[in-house]
């Protein structure tokens, strides 16, 4: 399967369900780069870090492969005349040699020919630029909703990509190009409804391809289950442990 086929029939779902990253990750690489830096976002899906990097940048490069998720973007509807979009593999972009400060990539670089693409990080970064690869796997069961959440994960554990399984090592399979900078441990946490979270877990791709390779609908079925582990709370408080690597290119 491409990223394409992965993420395009989701980007509506996508949009409206995926979770925000906290200022602190965009703190954490604003140490090592300046205001005045351009970035190249590949995998840039509906914008969720791209709304983040943009103050925070001159220039930024978003950039995906799949031309439905380009359409959710944020910058869309934003006024963020500092943000260009392209419809642009992770393996090649339209960047010139030496362009950007930074690459920054969103719980993407799993998805990528990872080998052609730090190939493309080391031609369109400048000497001193940064790799900013951060990602998330699943968030932290709510106290007392095990077993509601557990059988859901289960009937769709099969229906995941095999390219999940960088994320749950933390992308430590990679040859990195350049040597690391330190990192802090980060947290994804929101307070979402019951709605909100249903709708987070019919984002998934597993959720997708389960009812693609079985007719079901894999939330639909665990649903009620999953309604009465919530309780009768307004909001529950979410968490996903994050990662991020920091590798600066030399010079």
Known sequence: M??????SGVAQAYVAARPHYPPALFDAIARFVPPS???????????????????????VHATDPSAQQLAQHWAREAVAPNVTLANEPGEHTSLG????????????????????????????????????????????????????VDPFRARIEQDWPTERD?????????????????APPLALEVDWSFERFIGYLSSFSAVVQHRARTGDDAVAL???ALRQAWGAVQTRHIRWPLFLHLRRKPG
């Open 97 to 148: 040699d030496r362009s950007v400060e930074l690459v920054a990539v969103a719980q993407a670089l799993h998805w990528f020919d990872v080998a052609a693409f730090f190939v493309e990080c080391d031609r369109v970064l400048r000497p001193g630029g940064l790799i900013a690869a951060w990602g998330y796997d699943d968030f932290d069961i709510p106290e007392g909703m095990a077993a509601a």
């Open 166 to 182: 960088f994320i749950k090592r933390h992308y430590a399979d990679f040859d990195w190009p350049f040597a690391p900078l330190d």
């Open 222 to 224: 665990h649903r009620d």
């Open 37 to 59: 830096a351009r970035v190249w976002e590949p995998g840039c899906g509906s914008g969720q870090a791209t709304r983040d990097l943009a103050p925070r940048s001159a220039h």
């Open 2 to 7: 491409t990223v394409r086929d992965h993420f």
